[in-house]
């Protein structure tokens, strides 16, 4: 940070934000489907509710005198692509997330199909409780099943506030927040 003058009495802190310090220890997670259209279709409709998007999508060509295996990717929100015809191209991933792609959803690398972690799941960050809410709403009108609806959960900590479902491929999905009062509002908005 540094503290950077606005006049000649007051001060102002600007915090200046580095690729670490905005992700924190985790660059991304990726998930695998058995039906990328599917997928897309719901984390399309669930993650605007936490303030998230698509970011980009990876198409791989199905024409073979393109060549099986070539690849190339889409920034941007478009569901379909626009540099190849789509009978000619299938999407094989697409990312999520605010700046930058923190969350992918793809096809599996080796075809053979894709199942969910026994013991894994993956948190979505809320900023309040209302968020963890419409997140929830979200991805039950989406056709996510029920894990647990949102509310406190003492067990993880008198601060926390989490919603739990599970996706169409059946990953296991939260959204949480971690209430901290003052310091969290500071720290999180």
């Not at 099986?68 to 991933?93: I, L, R, Y």
């Not at 067990?155 to 949480?176: L, S, V």
Request: proline content about 7%; glycine content about 8%; aromatic content about 14%.
């Amino acid at each position: 940070f540094r503290i950077h003058p606005r006049s000649y009495f007051s001060w102002r802190l600007v915090v200046v934000l580095s690729p670490s310090t905005m992700f924190g220890i985790i660059s991304h997670v990726s998930v695998g489907t058995n039906d990328i259209a599917a997928s897309a279709r719901f984390y399309d409709a669930v993650m605007p509710a936490i303030g998230s998007k698509r970011i980009m999508t990876i198409y791989q060509r199905t024409d073979p005198a393109e060549g099986e295996d070539a690849m190339f990717k889409e920034m941007g929100t478009a569901t379909s692509p626009t540099t190849c015809d789509a009978d000619k191209c299938q999407a094989v991933a697409v990312a999520y997330g605010k700046y930058a792609p923190e969350f992918w959803i793809q096809m599996t690398l080796d075809r053979n199909p894709a199942t969910p972690g026994n013991g894994t799941h993956f948190a979505f960050s809320g900023k309040n409780q209302a968020m963890v809410r419409a997140w929830y709403d979200a991805a039950i009108a989406a056709g996510a099943k029920d894990n647990g609806p949102p509310g406190p959960r003492p067990q993880y900590g008198k601060q926390y506030y989490g919603a739990f479902a599970i996706d169409p491929d059946g990953n296991k999905i939260e959204c949480m927040y971690w209430d901290m009062g003052w310091m969290g509002y500071c720290a999180i908005q």
